[in-house]
Nanobody, 123 residues
Framework: QVQLVESGGGLVQPGGSLRLSCVAS????????IGWFRQAPGKAREAVSC????????IYSDSVKGRFHMSRDDARITVNLRIDSLKPEDTAVYYC????????????????WGQGIQVTVSS
């Protein structure tokens, strides 16, 4: 059984920061990549970032590059997404997802998804 359990999120003022976490079970992160996606109201799902399997290389979309930072713990069980300088347009439901092989910006390529975490940026 593969599960992704997310935590974090909430209401944050513009310019603030938060940390999202994704805990994976039933997969080996040596072989599974973890991607973060978000979906804002009225907009299509957007790929945010991804961390590779064995190598652990990270990639980011142009819209979040420089403000979002992805990492994983020493056991490679928990993956984190640190978000800085939050903007109102960052408001969305954020999802972590996993698949074997390499990172992809297409959500249809991912096999398992977390429940989603609401991030609301408002004063």
């Amino acid at each position: 059984q593969v599960q992704l359990v997310e935590s974090g999120g909430g209401l944050v003022q513009p310019g603030g920061s938060l940390r999202l976490s994704c805990v994976a079970s039933g997969v080996t992160l040596d072989y599974y990549v973890i991607g973060w996606f978000r979906q804002a109201p009225g907009k299509a799902r957007e790929a945010v970032s991804c961390i590779g399997a064995s190598g652990g290389a990270t990639i980011y979309s142009d819209s979040v590059k420089g403000r979002f930072h992805m990492s994983r713990d020493d056991a490679r069980i928990t993956v984190n997404l640190r978000i800085d300088s939050l903007k109102p347009e960052d408001t969305a439901v954020y999802y972590c997802a996993t698949r074997r092989s390499y990172c992809s910006g297409d959500g249809e390529d991912y096999d398992y998804w977390g429940q989603g975490i609401q991030v609301t940026v408002s004063s």
